[in-house]
């Protein structure tokens, strides 16, 4: 897609979201995302079929920004180098606050989450919890390979703690935008990303 294309559609993207957030998923329409931005229907149609793909393209880019973290094939070569402990503990807290910082970065998705995004419908949740398994397998992954390498603690199971770093954090970034502070500091991820590297480095 050209350059203008991608500009357009990530414009398209992120008024609908701001709509959805203020006035719900229901009562947000094509027209009155076409009518801020001053643009066609046909505009919108050129990219999406319907509202629900946007929010799906919203999800979408949450993983594939998350998966591309969370690259096996970079893990790989970190470790084929030898790393001191020292390297090795920079690279799993980039990595984290990376991932931190990109569902920080979506408030929406923990909205769907929550289930505050008011009228969404039962193929939407399904999606939603679609996302959240593959965040989770990402994130099972890497305590996986970390423990086959002495780093994290062999007693961990990789599953549970995905799902407890993930929770953890959809619940900070929840109670953070009810009390409208900045989720995006940076002493609040380096925070999360401390505290759990506490619980699971041996």
């Known amino acids: ?13 992120d ?19 076409c009518e801020k931005l001053d643009i066609a229907r046909g505009t919108v149609y050129q990219y999406f079929r319907n509202k629900k793909e946007i929010l799906y393209a919203i999800l979408d880019e949450v993983i ?8 096996l094939d970079d893990f790989n070569e970190f470790f084929a180098h030898n790393p001191t402990h020292e390297a090795v503990l920079s690279f799993i807290n980039k990595r984290l606050v990376s991932c931190i910082s990109v569902m920080l970065g979506e408030p929406i998705v923990i909205k769907l989450i929550f289930k505050e995004i008011v009228g969404v419908d039962d193929d939407v949740n399904e999606r939603v919890g679609k996302a959240i398994a593959t965040i989770e397998k990402c994130v099972s ?31 900070v970034v929840y109670q953070c935008d009810r ?24």
Do not use: C, W
């Not at 897609?1 to 993207?13: D, F, L, T």
């Not at 594939?64 to 690259?71: A, M, P, T």
């Not at 603690?153 to 703690?161: A, C, G, I, M, Y």
């Open 1 to 13: 897609m050209p350059p203008k294309g991608e500009r357009r559609k990530q414009q398209i993207v």
């Open 15 to 33: 008024t609908a979201k701001e709509m959805f957030i203020e006035n719900g998923f229901q009562s947000t329409h094509i027209g009155q995302v």
């Open 179 to 202: 009390m409208k502070q900045d989720v995006l500091s940076e002493s609040l991820i380096n925070s999360i990303a401390m505290h759990y590297l506490y619980g699971v480095l041996k």
């Open 141 to 171: 992954q890497e305590v996986e390979e970390l423990m086959k390498r002495n780093v994290y603690k062999s007693t961990l199971d990789p599953k549970v703690t995905a799902m407890m770093i993930i929770g953890g954090v959809m619940q």
């Open 64 to 71: 594939e920004n998350i998966e591309d973290i969370f690259d």
